[in-house]
């Protein structure tokens, strides 16, 4: 089954069970043991940490059907689950599976696992005929370009199941970006273009909104930060980090200024951020706050430097249910070893370093808020997916790729303090940054450790990327 650690929260999923008015209207006694197989199935998801919101009853007429896609579009699933319990005449349902506003999950499975050693001496045709009520409503929905997502086998080899819970965890991390509000501090990094979009192509094909911390909203909420919640904050980073500040006044200014950042996310419901370094100054904070763009990651709330509000949001959508996942970018490749260091300012995942992670000055002179404080650390060892999200003129494109963070760095960061990982790719360097910006891959990404590649290729088709894997 699969790591339930891999699931933040509980995800909300509907269940549409598949059925013929026929047999009911010949004996209503065929679909006894299929339904209890059907409940079954929903007791193992919600063992498994999904919240599931079934249909009211058995469905076999077009008139249940379009009652339940409309009960599963009111209710704020992220994805629908069908399992046929016998055949099903695809005409009754495909109308209302068109205007289901999420992405549909075909369970083909059927009760039992064995037939041709049972048939001989048992019936069991009844139970176990589903399949081509599968094959009927898929071509349908096939011919009128419906996406669906198909989950097959029996739970006896235990890997539908894993199948099936992944198909959720992506379709709750598309759920999670199409409805993403996403906040801007300093606005975009001038020159800067290649995941740069527009506010209105940002809304209009992915659903998100943007919102900016003008200089006035800065000021509001820098004024509600007391000392008392600066001392607290600063012990709280000393109970969980290694400290090691010279200038207290720097420390204290940059936590006020993380703090405010923190209480105008939380009023405005911001599920991801972006600071750009260059012109925080014109926003009235008065420090950069690296280290809260570090614990925004930690909370589970999305994170990317420089104005980068799409990456933003990618990162904010995979952190939503892949917990162990970060902001990052490619700095240096070594080309003897054939890996890549890497690493930014002093913003990535602490729950992620490979040791406890240091904060200390941090010398900066591209403002002129002056010097400030960051968090710096070495990604641990461990697999994990590389995965960046590129615009296109017309698209988007979504590249990922399996590769493994290597067990080596330096404990405060390479060349000086600086988040740093090593990170091997799948093939040889010189052929993965080929294949990476052949694909028109940008210097922003997003990192998930321990994810199954397969979820995220379906998180970008659920999301209508077009998705390229480099392995």
């Known amino acids: 089954m699969a790591d339930k650690k891999s699931v933040a929260k509980r ?177 975009s990094f001038a020159g800067m273009g290649d995941f740069l979009i527009s506010d209105e192509r940002y809304k209009k094909d992915i659903g998100v909104n943007v919102k900016y911390m003008t200089p006035d909203v800065a000021e509001k909420y820098l004024s509600l930060v007391s000392d008392k919640e600066i001392d607290e904050e600063i012990a709280s980073d000393r109970e969980n980090y ?98 890549i260091l890497l690493s930014h300012m002093g913003e990535s995942n602490p729950d992620l370093a490979q040791w406890k992670p240091l904060i200390t000055d941090c010398p900066f002179n591209y403002n002129s808020c002056g010097d400030t404080v960051a968090m710096y650390n070495c990604y641990r060892p461990g697999k994990a997916v590389f995965v960046n999200l590129a615009p296109m003129n017309e698209h988007f494109n979504l590249i990922i790729s399996n590769v493994e963070l290597l067990e080596c760095g330096l404990q405060n960061g390479a060349y000086a303090h600086a988040t740093q990982g090593w990170m091997k790719p799948c093939k040889p360097l010189s052929e993965f940054l080929a294949e990476f910006s052949y694909a028109g891959g940008t210097h922003h990404s997003a990192m998930v450790y321990d994810a199954d590649i397969s979820e995220i290729v379906s998180f970008g088709r659920m999301m209508g990327f077009d998705v390229i894997e480099i392995k």
């Not at 599931?52 to 704020?76: H, P, T, Y």
């Not at 075909?106 to 589903?130: Q, S, W």
């Open 11 to 187: 995800i909300k999923v509907g269940y549409l069970p598949l059925y013929i008015k026929l047999y009911d209207d010949s004996d209503p006694n065929i679909r006894v043991p299929v339904v209890a197989y059907k409940n079954k199935m929903i007791d193992l998801f919600e063992r498994e940490g999904i919240e599931i919101v079934e249909a009211d009853e058995v469905c076999r007429v077009k008139d249940e059907f379009m009652r339940a896609v409309k009960k599963f579009n009111e209710s704020g699933v992220c994805a629908v689950i069908t399992q046929h319990l016998a055949y099903s005449p695809s005409l009754e349902s495909t109308e209302a599976l068109m205007e289901l506003n999420v992405p549909l999950i075909v369970f083909d499975t059927t009760p039992d696992y064995e037939l041709i050693e049972c048939a001989a001496k048992e019936n069991r045709i009844m139970n176990n005929h589903g399949i081509h009520g599968v094959q009927d409503m898929c071509n349908l929905l096939k011919r009128q370009n419906k996406p669906y997502y198909l989950c097959v086998g029996h739970v006896n080899d235990g890997k539908v199941i894993n199948e099936v819970l992944g198909m959720c965890r992506a379709a709750a991390a598309a759920a999670a970006y199409k409805n993403m509000t996403v906040g801007s501090v300093g606005g």
């Open 242 to 339: 290694n400290v090691s500040v010279s200038d207290e006044n720097n420390y204290r200014a940059a936590s006020k200024a993380g703090l405010a950042v923190r209480k105008w996310m939380d009023d405005e419901k911001i599920g991801s951020a972006t600071v750009n370094f260059l012109t925080l100054d014109e926003y009235s904070l008065p420090k950069m706050p690296f280290v809260e763009c570090c614990k925004m990651l930690k909370r589970g709330l999305g994170y990317a430097g420089e104005g980068d509000v799409l990456t933003a949001g990618l990162v904010g959508a995979l952190l939503s249910v892949y917990k162990d996942t970060t902001f990052t970018e490619m700095f240096c490749p070594d080309w003897k070893e054939n890996v």
